[in-house]
Structures are given as C-alpha cells and as structure tokens.
C-alpha cells in the first residue's frame, strides 16, 4: 500500500477492514476493485480521521479528479499508472 510501512503506519491510508475483503473474495468470489481505506492522526485508531484514499489494483494507482476535498477518497479514480521512464543501465553495470 502507498505510503505506508510494509503493511500499516507512516503517512498513507492503512486502516481498513481487512477480514471482511478476504471473506467477500474467498467465500463469494468478489475481488475488491479497490480497496477504501482511512488515515488516523497520529496513527492512533481512536484519533479523528485525517483522509480516506482508495487502494487501486496494480498497476493503476489512486489520481485525484481534481475536484473536491483532497482528504476524501471520493475525488480519488483508479487509472493506469504511467510507465516509468527509466534508464538504461550503464555498460559498467551490465558487466
């Protein structure tokens, strides 16, 4: 998940009802198409929600419509990401 430490914590949305999205997928076939989760102050789950942000099957990525609250996962679609634009490496690194 973006912004977040391996699975929860740091910046980004983390807290979302993990148990009832595999439940829906495993026992009635419903794969998510994205996944709404919350970001807490604080990182405390008692603390005010601070924004929502969708979760988007790779390799689309969660891109704000440009209207709205920023801190509402409601302003936010799923689309393909852009490809990154890398470099090819150096000879030296091929060796």
Known sequence: MPGVEHCNGDQGADTMDRQL???AW?????????IMAVH????????EV???RPHCPYPQQAFYTG???ET????FECW?????DYEAPGEAYLR
């Not at 026992?27 to 198409?33: D, M, Q, Y």
């Not at 807490?40 to 603390?47: E, T």
């Not at 509402?72 to 302003?75: E, G």
């Open 40 to 47: 807490h102050a604080g990182n405390d789950a008692n603390a």
């Open 80 to 84: 393909d990401a852009p490809k990154p």
């Open 21 to 23: 999205l595999i439940e």
């Open 50 to 52: 601070t924004f929502t």
């Open 72 to 75: 509402d996962a409601a302003n």
């Open 26 to 34: 495993v026992e009635n076939g419903e794969a998510p198409s994205r």
């Open 67 to 69: 209207t709205g609250d």
